[in-house]
């Protein structure tokens, strides 16, 4: 008899969810380009988006916090002459944006922290050095201001940034090339080609250190991302164009670490990786659905986890960095999905009952500053990404108020009762108290004793009980109420006018003021309430 034992997984359970709609963006006029890149970047202040332009290549550039519906007039970023294909923030800083194009040339542009106010044409940099379009850019992950560009001209050339100047330029490939993706130190590249090859570049030696043919067997793009361990994810089609993904050591590139079909679709397989977490989330054009993967050491290695659906296709998809996650609500992971006209963004949770922070879904994460200078990196110096702490970016919930269900007995104290008639005349309160108020004295009000657009207004809000009973010493009231604490107006009492002498009017001021044990009436002072107070 089998038993089936369930894997040991803290994100097992993960599961992905779309934002609210006010907290998307809307009317974005996404790129038709046919071009398979992501067509966003996102980083922990902007979201870009490559737009449709008219007379030239353009994109979009908002604060994250400017959520809702785009002003169709919002200023772009319009320094191509071209089509714009790909961009990608800088990791080292957040308002550095590099874009390519087809125009032959790839920018890197300064954006400002707050919103632009008008259209942005000037880059910072200029990058010439391809022959023809430009299809892919790429940041170091540790090396300050280096930027690896790919062209339709199989060149690859790796530039400094600040000088503006190529440092290194490759011509390996024979074909276009599809995708370029740095390991976790940049010491090395890998790229797949049209050719159907799988490279793996030493750019300081200038060579090919790996290469395996046709790591899937279809014609159609394929894909490739280092993991933190070193090896190799890619995703690609079948001979049957069946989509499958693998997994590679690329110190040995005969057999698979691990090959799983997955379905039968055109769309390109995107591939995103959180180092942190050793996950992978598959993002197809053309799909509504993101599916996400969970890479170990034991077989077999590459474990399907879950799936996210809607019903609309995506254009293109956005990669949140894990220092940009809500870590009080224990996000991992946040993509944004691009639509026809909106940008949709897409939180991957794991759930947890606890407040506190979770230190094993946040170990230190890559941060903003970089490990070391290009010089130090062109001589042969190889550093991991300097690593912050995720509990900066945590904010503890806020104190939740305690509520007893039970009244407390010790609120509800008696008070010492006093004998009205042993109290002076003369020393008596303007504020009388009815629990204590003569029996001698009646009050009797109805609905038209009050006026007409207060009487409407309070009798439509509220009901109101009174239980009024004599006895030989006083007259008790009680008023229920469910949601008024204290109100006062004005009632008039033509037979009372004896109440008040100073008043010509003959009316009597009245408030009524509703605390949790008593309702108490305030009248002016009169020689004839104090009598009437004084009365056994």
Known sequence: MSRSIVRQSKFRHVFGQAVKAEQGYDDIRVSRVTWDSSFCAVNPKFLAVIVESSGGGAFLVLPLIKTGRVDKNNPLVIGHS???????????????L????????????QIPDQALSR??????VVLEGHSKRVGIVSWHPTARNMLLTAGSDN??????VGTGEPLITMDDHPDLIYNVSWNRNGSLFCTTCKDRRLRVCDPRKREVVAERLAPHEGI????????RDGNIFTTGFTRMSQREL????????????ALLELDTSNGVLLPF??????????????DSSIRYFEITEEPPFVHYLSTFSSKEPQRGMGFMPKRGVDVSKCEIARLYKLHDKKCEPITMTVPRKSDLFQD??????????????????????DDDPILVSMRQGYVPPKSRELKVAKKNVLDSRPSTRRSMSTCDANSLPSCLCLPYFPSSLFFFFSRSCLPQHLSSKLFSSFWFVFVLFFSSCSLSLTCLSTCLSSFSFRIPFPLMSFLSPSSPTGSASLSLFFFPSRLSFSFPSSPLLSSLASVD
Do not use: Q
């Open 82 to 96: 071209g089509p714009v294909l790909d961009i990608d923030w800088c990791p080292h800083n957040d308002n550095i």
């Open 98 to 109: 590099a874009s390519c194009s087809e125009d032959c040339t790839a920018m890197v542009w």
């Open 119 to 124: 259209p942005l044409s000037e880059p910072i």
């Open 155 to 160: 060149l690859i050339i790796i530039w400094n």
């Open 220 to 227: 159609r793009p394929m894909r490739a991302i280092f993991t």
């Open 246 to 257: 693998g997994l590679w050591d690329p110190t040995n590139f005969e057999e698979p670490i």
């Open 273 to 286: 990786y959180d180092a942190d977490a050793n996950m992978v989330y598959l993002c197809g054009k053309g």
């Open 360 to 381: 094993d879904l946040y170990p230190d994460t890559a941060g903003p500053e970089p490990a070391m200078e290009p010089e130090e990196w062109l001589e042969g110096r």
